[in-house]
């Protein structure tokens, strides 16, 4: 089922996948630094949602402003604004009255955004997953380094080009300069699961014991031959465990 909704002025699109009648537990997935909800064949989102669906379970995906099929500027994207879409993407999830409890996993600079989330919304966000959660965005902002290109931190310009000249707006690393990531996280008392590669070279191992210490109930799985992209010879571990968590708590 396709959905949009309206974030201050701009349309996010997305989709609701669910197998049979009934109620059940919504997964809402968060998609990393420019990429999209992932729907196509072989794409990990699909392949987290096929097992989800044969679970029992609703996965809810959707596009962050900027990317995909939503609307807006990729160089006007923050994790603060990304923080607004999700928001709105829950409450959405909220009003359907199929979804008995509501589920967070997100990858990479998506695993940002899920830890605030829940940060922000701990009464109503049961589970967390983290995958690969990309918190050395903040670090690497303030060392002015991004994907390879590096800036002056102290005089940012207003437009830094990455990764072949993908156009990221200079607010995005003055804001992730200051994110409270972990102390926000932090916040979420329930069940969490955060998992990182042995063969990550994005985003090192601290990232997530971090998370680990922060959150109270929160297990920390290292799988090897993982990369940050979730690919690899570790895929199917982490598949399995990732499925085992959020299925946990279904009623």
Known sequence: MQFSVMRDGLC????????????????ILLHGFSGDMG????????????????????VVRFDFNGHGESDGDFSKMDVLNELEDAIAVLNYVKSLDFVTEIYVAGHS???????????????????????????????????????GTVYD??????????????????????????LPLYEVAGRFNGPALVICGGEDVV?????????????????????????????GKGQ?????NLVEFLTTGKD
Not at 12 to 27: N, T
């Open 236 to 240: 199917e571990v982490m598949l399995q």
């Open 203 to 231: 985003v090192d191992e601290e990232a997530a014991s971090r998370y680990g210490q922060a959150m109270k109930d929160c297990k920390v799985e290292r799988i090897e031959k993982l990369d940050h992209g979730l690919q």
């Open 153 to 178: 931190t102290e005089h940012i310009p207003e437009m830094v080009r990455i990764g072949g000249g993908l156009p990221v707006g200079g607010h995005y690393f003055r804001i992730a300069k200051w």
């Open 12 to 27: 996010l699109r997305g989709r609701v996948d669910k197998k049979g009648d009934g109620k059940c537990p919504a997964v």
């Open 109 to 147: 600079q998506g695993g940002v955004v899920a830890g605030l989330l829940a940060g922000c919304y701990p009464d109503v966000i049961r589970r967390l997953a983290l995958l690969a959660p990309a918190a050395s965005l903040k670090t690497d902002a303030q060392k002015g380094e991004c994907m």
């Open 39 to 58: 729907c196509e064949k072989g794409n990990i989102f699909q392949m987290i949602t096929d097992r989800l669906g044969d679970a029992g379970m609703a």
